[in-house]
Nanobody
């Protein structure tokens, strides 16, 4: 099965940036739609961004639009999430997840069958 690993999380101050990466073994990620999700303490997990298998279509939650950018690096078999102008409200565990069927994004997280372990992002002064 597809195994995903997130990296790049950490502790930053408000206004700073982080770049998260989602890497896979065994399978090529360009066959999958890849979503980024986050879960803050006491809240439901939410989808914040997604990129389809071709990379030609992306979407973002309103809360991160204009600040976060999702992209593929097929040479490295990764999907990245550049997070700029981070806010305390962005503090959460961030997960990447993959959807193979139709290789396109979905608003239903149940459609994403493979998940990484999560990486902690903390934004605090």
């Amino acid at each position: 099965q597809l195994q995903l690993v997130e990296s790049g999380g950490g502790l930053v101050q408000p206004g700073e940036s982080l770049r998260l990466s989602c890497a896979a073994s065994k399978f090529t990620l360009d066959y999958y739609a890849i979503g980024w999700f986050r879960q803050a303490p006491g809240k439901e997990r939410e989808e914040i961004s997604c990129i389809n298998s071709s990379g030609g279509s992306t979407n973002y939650a309103d809360s991160v639009k204009g600040r976060f950018t999702i992209s593929r690096d097929n040479a490295k078999n990764t999907v990245n999430l550049q997070m700029n102008t981070l806010k305390p409200e962005d503090t959460a565990v961030y997960y990447c997840a993959a959807r193979r069927r139709f290789a396109m994004c979905s608003n239903d997280e149940a459609d994403f069958a493979s998940w990484g372990q999560g990486t902690q992002v903390t934004v605090s002064s």
